[in-house]
């Protein structure tokens, strides 16, 4: 019954999901096509609004994140071990900088679990309000 009525919930706040969005993350997990997709929610419906290719940084990530609004992101993250072996984790981050509006926030919040499930294969969840809250030193931490 309690997951019945939270499946209520979700299907009740009508956001959808635009095939685009699986489809880029299916090629990020899959093929590393991209190193991040920036998502956005747009006349109800979550659409993709930026990919990064390969060769990008975590700074270009940042930087693509606008500094008042709220967004959903995929980043692919690459790092060495203690014993020295290459690896790399899909990170979801649910960007809600301070300054964005309250209804945005709100919208982001109350769409984001459903929005997670759309997406199989996200290994580690980050909150982020600021820069800070996501630079390689946190993601570093959360990895291990």
């Not at 009740?12 to 096509?33: I, N, P, Q, Y």
């Not at 690459?78 to 990170?91: G, L, P, R, Y």
Request: a neutral charge; charged letters at 30%; aromatic letters at 12%.
């Amino acid at each position: 019954m309690f997951i019945f009525c939270r499946y209520q919930a979700n299907a009740a706040s009508g956001m959808a999901v635009h095939d685009d969005c699986k489809l880029k993350f299916l090629e990020l997990k899959a093929k590393r096509t991209y190193r991040f997709i920036v998502y956005k929610i747009e006349d109800k419906q979550v659409i993709v609004e930026k990919v990064g290719e390969p060769g990008q940084s975590h700074d270009d990530f940042a930087a693509s994140l606008p500094a008042d609004e709220c967004r959903y992101a995929i980043f692919d993250f690459d790092f060495v071990t203690a014993e020295n072996c290459q690896k790399s984790k899909i990170f979801f981050i649910a960007w809600c900088p301070d300054v964005a509006k309250v209804r945005s926030k709100m919208i982001y919040a109350s769409s984001k679990d459903r929005f997670k499930r759309e997406l199989d294969g996200i290994q580690v969840e980050l909150q982020a309000t600021d820069p800070t809250e996501m630079d390689l030193d946190v993601l570093k931490s959360r990895v291990n």
